[in-house]
């Protein structure tokens, strides 16, 4: 139990689908983060939320839109992905984005563009 | 920006032997280091962490770490490794300033063999 819990474990889109990610924290913290991890590549930051306002938005594309309605649960938004957009998509929380304390990770969600 | 070096990709080593991982990064001004670890099926965990003071870290389950600034290195090491240490194990550093915005290296996946 890693008290992040991520939702769907699996999903396969096609290129044209809408689909969306989510994350939730049991933990009280107030900072949540999406990571994507791809095969052989290290793990990449997306976004920061800290106190549910965007912190860091690092480069993604616009066919990745996150939201983040309080500071319990975060959701990711796909639109019109690309097959290279599959990968492990992470979500974690920590205290405040601006501390330098320890990220909790849920357990992912593996995507899957067709 | 930053960036982190993980030297081995694989290693493979019997009970009872010991294990380094090598860890370099790139940023030259005060950071933050971390050894996460992802045991198969599992979500990523803390392994040890440093910020400052003694340079060389205990963690969970007898794992330690050395930071030695002029190499730029943060070596994770366990003298006695178990079957149960098969895992991946993931360098992160961030910038003193920049709070959990972590820079991840590619990853060490580890098989240890009964």
């Known amino acids: 139990e890693t008290g992040v819990t991520q939702t769907p474990r699996h999903l396969v889109m096609g290129m044209t689908n809408k689909k969306s990610l989510k994350c939730e924290q049991h933990l009280g913290h107030n900072a949540m983060y999406w990571y994507k991890q791809s095969a052989k590549k290290p793990l990449e930051l997306m976004f920061v939320y800290n106190f549910k306002e965007q912190t860091e938005n690092n480069s993604v594309p616009s066919r990745f839109s996150p939201e983040c309605p309080n500071s319990s649960h975060l959701f990711l938004h796909l639109h019109t992905l690309q097959p290279e957009d599959s990968a492990l998509y992470l979500c974690?929380?920590?205290?405040?984005?601006?501390?330098?304390?320890?990220?909790?990770f849920g357990e992912g969600s593996r995507l899957t563009v067709l | 920006a930053q960036s982190v070096s993980q030297h081995n990709h694989h290693v493979i080593l019997s009970e009872a032997a010991s294990l380094e991982l090598g860890c370099n990064y790139s940023?030259?001004?005060?950071?933050?280091l971390f050894w996460y670890v992802q045991y198969p099926g599992q979500h990523l965990q803390l392994l040890l962490k440093y910020f400052s003071g003694d340079p060389l870290v205990k963690g969970i389950k007898g794992f330690e770490a050395e930071f030695i600034k002029s190499k730029f290195s943060f070596n994770l090491r366990k003298p006695s490794v178990q079957w149960s240490d098969t895992a991946e194990y993931f360098c992160a550093v961030n910038q003193g300033a920049a709070g959990n915005k972590l820079t991840f290296g590619g990853g060490t996946r580890v098989l240890v063999k009964p």
């Open positions: 940023y030259g001004g005060t950071v933050n």
């Open positions: 974690a929380s920590s205290q405040a984005a601006d501390s330098t304390g320890e990220l909790f």
